[in-house]
């Protein structure tokens, strides 16, 4: 069964600090991996999209890695803001022949506080 | 360049009900997929179409269906409306059924009383 799980499942930190926030995932044959952020009340956004032969990609402050042998991603963000807060969905894309089947992690809620 | 647009942005039914909820994709957009989003359950793959044709579906019961139209707007309907159908629907739309980016509408809000 193709699964995503993502950890912590809340995390707290003060404004200007790092954090990294992780997921693992059960899912094949794998297509790609994204990151989304996701506003209370709005639609996700994407944030990175990474295929298998990527192992790293940035946007802005936020940088994601990829180990495709572990089945393991990192989302990273650096010197975080008020407006960072928000939860973090990662999800990752099985192709299917006929499309993308796309299996979600349950999300890490990031609150930055001052 | 307009986003993706979902309507209605609210909206409340009982039980036993039907409800259609409409997703209009960024224009040049073939690929439209829609997902439910509940607390509990996180984001859940409903079912994508490209092109009128639907490629993917995910674990539903037959009461949710759907169908995309020749210039790719797409609707959802949910029969025999439950309780535990009411969570956040989203659209998400992209270039192609490939690996493309995903832009995400704002949702609909469906409350099942």
């Known amino acids: 069964k193709n699964q995503v799980e993502q950890s912590p499942q809340s995390l707290i930190i003060l404004e200007g600090k790092n954090c990294t926030l992780q997921c693992n995932y059960t899912v094949s044959p794998f297509s790609n991996l994204r990151w989304y952020k996701q506003d209370t009340g709005r639609g996700p956004v994407s944030l990175t999209i990474?295929?298998?032969?990527?192992n790293t990609k940035s946007n802005g402050r936020y940088t994601a890695t990829l180990d495709a042998d572990t089945k393991q991603s990192s989302l990273h963000i650096t010197a975080s803001q008020l407006s960072d807060s928000a939860s973090y969905i990662c999800?990752?894309?099985?192709?299917?022949?006929?499309?993308?089947?796309?299996?979600f992690g349950t999300g890490t809620q990031l609150k930055v506080e001052l | 360049k307009a986003g993706v647009t979902q309507t209605p942005r609210y909206l409340i039914k009982t039980r036993g009900q039907q409800v259609t909820l409409s997703c209009s994709p960024i224009?040049?957009?073939?690929?439209v997929s829609w997902y439910q989003q509940t607390p509990g359950q996180g984001l859940q793959f409903l079912f994508e179409?490209?092109?009128?044709?639907?490629?993917n579906k995910g674990n539903f019961p037959g009461r949710f269906s759907g169908r995309q139209f020749s210039n790719s707007r797409s609707e959802m309907n949910v029969s025999t409306l439950e309780l535990g159908d009411s969570a956040l629907y989203l659209c998400?739309?992209?270039?192609?059924?490939?690996?493309?980016?995903?832009?995400f509408g704002q949702g609909t809000r469906l409350t099942v009383v």
């Open positions: 179409y490209f092109s009128e044709t639907q490629r």
């Open positions: 990474m295929t298998f032969s990527e």
């Open positions: 224009s040049g957009h073939r690929s």
């Open positions: 999800v990752v894309s099985a192709w299917t022949g006929g499309g993308n089947k796309l299996t």
């Open positions: 998400a739309s992209s270039f192609s059924a490939g690996t493309g980016e995903a832009f």
